[in-house]
């Protein structure tokens, strides 16, 4: 029997729920990776590259609805993934 996870309001439940869970209970299939677009900005990369392609990264992520930077390290986050 699949049961939908509960809702945890703090990392304390979250935590306690994990250590005594049996999630093989638990319908796990709408589980995405972890992204890190949430950790904190603490270091900056600085780079060259041509025109053309930053012209064209600019424009890709306008026409996903968000900022150049956060398009590049979500890139940057796919391309250190794991292959499946």
């Known amino acids: 029997m699949n049961r939908q996870l ?6 304390e439940e979250a935590e ?10 638990y319908d796990l299939s709408a589980m995405k990776p972890h992204s890190f677009e949430f950790a904190e900005k603490s ?5 060259r590259m041509p025109e053309q392609l930053l012209d064209a990264v600019k424009a890709r992520a306008a026409e996903l609805g968000m900022s150049y930077q956060r398009f590049i390290r979500q890139a940057l986050e796919t391309a250190i993934q794991p292959k499946r």
């Open 6 to 11: 509960p809702h945890l309001a703090s990392d």
């Open 43 to 47: 270091k900056q990369v600085n780079m």
């Open 16 to 25: 306690h729920f994990i250590e005594t869970a049996d999630l093989s209970n």
